[in-house]
């Protein structure tokens, strides 16, 4: 039914970079604002940032702001956060979620309708 599909996790040293992908199955993105979030071993879920249905909003975390960068491609039905400067306090599963709102997002996970599977980010020397 409808589904997200997330991808471009893995293992990086610290420093380093990762594009995560969040690519819509069975729906289009065009009518979603969209939330990335991440959840520790042992921690709550926390929004990392979102993006407004066409762009114009975004939202970052402190503890990323400066390094994470979100941005969508309507027309390939995805959006990306984009990872530098990558640190070991970073390490965690990464789902992306959507919201039917319009000009506007947060980053709050009870705000959102539709969840993706999650990819692993892990960031290790």
Not at 42 to 60: A, F
């Amino acid at each position: 039914q409808l589904q997200f599909v997330e991808s471009g996790g893995g293992l990086v040293e610290p420093g380093g970079s990762l594009r995560l992908h969040c690519a819509a199955s069975g729906f289009t993105l065009d009518f979603y604002a969209i939330g990335w979030f991440r959840q520790a071993p042992g921690k709550e879920r926390e929004g990392v940032s979102c993006i407004s249905h066409e762009g114009s909003h975004t939202v970052y975390a402190d503890s990323v702001k400066g390094r994470f960068t979100i941005f969508r491609d309507n027309a390939k039905n995805t959006v990306y956060l984009q990872m530098n400067s990558l640190k070991a306090e970073d390490t965690a599963v990464y789902y992306c979620a959507a919201q039917r709102r319009y000009y506007y997002c947060s980053t709050y996970p009870d705000d959102y309708n539709y969840w993706g599977q999650g990819t692993q980010v892990t960031v290790s020397s």
